[in-house]
């Protein structure tokens, strides 16, 4: 550009002015061929045509983006061809699909007759594309399941649930294309968005459908009942004594222990019950491991109430004389 710049100052006056005429000249040529050759007939070429897929929309849902044009060959006119080309003024091909359900495509051999009326006076040559994709379901109301997602709450530690969530209603009623249902795979989970739960929990919980289902599915119901019980479970300890069984005097413990704790967890509303057992910690001779030595303690008895049950010391080795 810069050299441009420089020829013309530094050229005669006299030959940019010629210059400027030759290229008015080319221009003015240029543009008489183009628009006397859209003027002949007998062209032809291949354009994307726009059409428009028309179904009962209160019955079915398209679940994927409709093709919008459609490729096909004409002949004609400059001026029509160009026009076609560009999509000047040109309302789309209406393509009407009674139960779209049933299949996902349409044969344009099918449509072939009615478009080419509908592109005169351009005449249709062939159709470039044999069949017309689409993904079309009939819309349904079913019954989901409401489930909770197990990872949008957390209990507060040593608190657990007490029986079974109750959601009420269990079920709900969801609106939509089939396949947008199937991937449910017949349950919505809902969040509770809760920490550190430490009481009985009694809410009502709004029903959000998921985000890429969102545009497809109408709930019914708008939130439900979530409600359940939790109990504490309390931390305590016990000092045991020490029970030695069928071991032969020739065999004691390399290391003899002051005592033996129990730490365990239990159901606050069954601390009572612990008052009824006497517990011992058991070292059977018999239960020995022969490989390395050692044995292992063993709380006797072992009521279902405690859970989480840990000795310390909980193995000994033997020391044999």
Not at 205 to 218: K, T, V, Y
Not at 224 to 233: E, T
Not at 281 to 294: C, F, G, I, K, Q
Request: glycine share 2%; charged share 25%; net charge neutral.
């Amino acid at each position: 550009m810069t050299k441009l710049k420089k020829f013309f100052s530094s050229a005669n006056p006299r030959k940019v002015a010629n210059m400027k005429v030759v290229a008015l000249c080319f221009l003015a040529a240029a543009t008489f061929w183009f628009l006397n050759a859209l003027n002949k007939d007998n062209y032809n070429t291949v354009v994307d045509y726009p059409i428009d897929i028309i179904f009962d929309t209160e019955e079915f849902m398209a679940v994927e983006q409709l093709p919008k044009k459609v490729k096909i060959e004409i002949n004609g006119n400059g001026w029509d061809l160009l026009r076609k080309y560009f999509n000047i003024n040109e309302n789309p091909f209406l393509i009407e699909i009674n139960n779209p359900s049933t299949k996902n495509y349409i044969l344009t051999s099918e449509v072939r007759r009615s478009l080419a009326e509908n592109i005169s006076p351009t005449t249709l040559v062939s159709m470039v594309s044999d069949t017309i994709h689409f993904k079309i379901d009939k819309i349904v109301t079913r019954k989901i399941k409401v489930e909770i997602d197990s990872s949008s709450f957390a209990l507060a530690n040593n608190f657990r649930i007490d029986g079974e969530i109750n959601i009420d209603p269990s079920t709900i009623d969801l609106k939509g294309p089939t396949s947008a249902l199937e991937k449910l795979d017949g349950s919505l989970k809902i969040k509770l968005n809760e920490d550190k739960i430490n009481k009985n929990f009694n809410k009502i919980i709004p029903i959000s459908i998921p985000n890429d289902l969102e545009d497809f599915l109408q709930l019914q119901e708008e939130s439900v009942h979530v409600k359940f019980d939790i109990v504490q479970f309390l931390e305590g300890n016990k000092r045991l004594k020490l029970n030695k069984s069928n071991f032969p005097e020739n065999v004691s413990l390399l290391q003899e222990p002051n005592n033996i704790m129990m730490y365990y967890l239990i159901d606050e509303r069954k601390v009572e019950e612990l008052k009824k057992f006497e517990f011992e910690a058991v070292l059977n001779y018999n239960n020995r491991n022969r490989e390395d030595s050692t044995i292992n303690v063993v709380v006797n008895p072992r009521p279902s109430i405690l859970e989480n049950v840990r000795l310390e010391p909980s193995i000994f080795r033997l020391r044999y004389e």
